[in-house]
Each structure stands twice: as C-alpha cells, then as structure tokens.
C-alpha cells in the first residue's frame, strides 16, 4: 500500500471508476460479439480512456515515430487500450505501468482475450519509482494521466532515467493555461483527483532539467474543449447504468465535478497538448 494519501485516492478513484474491464466486456457482449471471439479490432472501440479514441493514439504514433523494434513503456496504461493498439499496429513490444492494481488486473485480462499476451504485458507500480533498470525503454508514452500525479519533477526523472540515450518521451496531458485558482484546483482534485496541474513552461523546464530535450509541442486545448463537452454527455447518457452498479450518490458527484471540470476548459483555464521530448546522449 502506498503511503502517499494522493496516490490512494487515484486507486480509490479507478477501482470505482464507471469505465473498467467489466464494463468493456459488457459492451463487447452487448454487440453480439462471444469471449472465444474477442479480437483487438473488437475491443480497440471500448478500451481507449483518454480523449479522442484510436485517433489520438495514430497521432502519438506518428509523432514518436514508433517502430517494430521499439521497447515501449505506457506509463499509467489504464485498461491497456493504447498499448495493445501500438503493439497489434507496429509490432513493437509493450509494458504497461499503473499503480490500480483493478486495471493492471483488467488490462491483463482484456490483453488475454485479444491475444496479444506475447507482446503487451503490465505490471503494477508507481510511476514516480518505477520497478524498471535504467535505459530499459526505446519509448515512453502516457496518456491524460500525469494530471493525477503529485511532483512531477520526479516524475519526469523517472520517465528519463528508464528512457535509452535518444530514447523518445511523447505525451498528452491536461495543463493550465495561465494560472489555476487555488479553489478550482482543490475541486480537480476532490473530484476528478488531479493532484498537480501544470503547463507547457512548467513541463519544458521539468523536461530540460532531466536531460531531455523538447522538439515538439501541439496545442491541443481546443480539440479537448469539444471531446470533453461529449464525454461529459456520454457519461450522462450511461446514468441508469451507473447507478444501478455505484449508486446515485457516486453518480451525482461525478457528474458535478465533470462540469466544473469542463467549464475550466471553456474558460480557457484548462487547455491540453501533446508535447515530444528526446533524451540527450
Ligand atoms: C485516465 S487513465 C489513462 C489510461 C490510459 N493512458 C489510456 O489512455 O487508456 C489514468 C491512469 O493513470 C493511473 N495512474 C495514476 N497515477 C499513477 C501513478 N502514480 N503511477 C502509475 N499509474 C498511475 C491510474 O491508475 C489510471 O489507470
């Protein structure tokens, strides 16, 4: 057990989280398809926990160059949604890293199903002491996960520390855009349990003080702004379910901290980007 009071929240957080391995394999039977019969084009439509499905994997993909012969690591790999599809779209090797143990569990399963067991694997750790030796990794990769991480100048260190000399850190994140009212950031974390937020400048000088060097950074602020609005109505539309499985506290709660959430990014307080590090030799 973690001793960092942040870090169990964010467990707490996913073991309840309305998207799990359960549910996937629920909308997976819903359309007619049996387990024995689960493939990754199946589950690729279902897995995915961060904003914009398999196309905003494509877009890391082709930003980060990925190759066959890269050793990737997806640090906070969730249901293991992203690190299946660059495994089954390039052939490369995969680890995927997360702290809650219900979605390493999850992801291993799902990997199972689909298959892909000899290339994808996932292990659980922290992110800020990863369970890896040095230059382990060709490739890092994370996904609207770092929000939930408390220090992240540690955080980045580790990511460096396991990365190969020209090794590639290529991520997407949600970021402020200015500053971030105390308030607001005490809701992000009481709600949707972000513990520290940070911005571009904030990232490049975390980046540079680790030994990476960025060569790219997109803007993805107005994009997210859209993908959030409908996240947050799919999520409404999931109500009946939700309820029935975690209760209509749980899902009034959420909901709320969703569209205070969503209203940051239509302020513009809240923005996103994709940023593509290198590490130096
Ligand atoms: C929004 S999900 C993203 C999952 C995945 N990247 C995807 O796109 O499908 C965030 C994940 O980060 C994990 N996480 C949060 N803090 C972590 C930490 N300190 N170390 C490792 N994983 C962490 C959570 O357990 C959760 O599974």
């Known amino acids: 057990m973690n001793a960092d009071p942040r870090l169990q929240a964010v467990v707490h957080f996913y073991d309840f989280h309305p998207i799990s391995a359960q549910q996937i ?3 997976v039977a819903a359309r007619g398809v049996e387990r024995a019969d689960i493939t990754e084009e199946v589950l690729q439509h279902h897995d995915q926990d961060h904003y914009g499905g398999t196309a905003a994997v494509d877009r890391l993909m082709a930003e980060a160059a990925v190759g066959a012969g890269d050793e990737v690591l997806d640090v906070c790999s969730g249901m293991g949604g992203p690190a299946r599809y660059l495994a089954w779209k390039r052939g490369c ?3 995927g890293l997360d702290l809650t143990r219900s979605r390493v569990q999850g992801a291993t399963e799902l990997t199972e199903l689909a298959g892909l067991s000899d290339r994808v694997r996932f292990v659980e750790g922290n992110a800020l002491d990863m369970p890896f030796a040095a230059d382990r990794f060709s490739l890092a990769i994370a996904q609207e996960a770092f929000a939930h991480i408390p220090d992240k100048p540690r955080l980045v ?3 460096a520390r396991v990365l190969r000399p020209g090794g590639r850190l290529v991520f997407t994140d949600i970021l402020h855009r200015g500053t971030l009212p105390a308030a607001d950031a005490k809701r992000l974390f009481d709600g949707m349990r972000f513990s520290e937020i940070g911005s571009v400048d904030d990232y490049t000088r975390w980046l540079q ?3 990476l060097r960025v060569e790219a950074v997109l803007d993805l602020s107005e ?3 859209r993908i959030l609005r409908e996240r947050h109505a799919m999520y409404r539309s999931l109500q009946a379910q939700t309820v029935q499985r975690l209760g209509r506290e749980h899902f009034e709660r959420y909901d709320q901290a969703y569209a205070h959430f969503v209203g940051l990014y239509q302020t513009g307080v809240l923005g996103g980007a994709l940023v593509r590090a290198v ?3």
Do not use: F, H, N
């Open 25 to 27: 394999l629920a909308a």
């Open 93 to 95: 090797r995969v680890t």
């Open 157 to 159: 260190r580790e990511c």
């Open 209 to 211: 003080d680790s030994g």
């Open 223 to 225: 994009e997210w702004t």
């Open 279 to 281: 590490k130096l030799a």
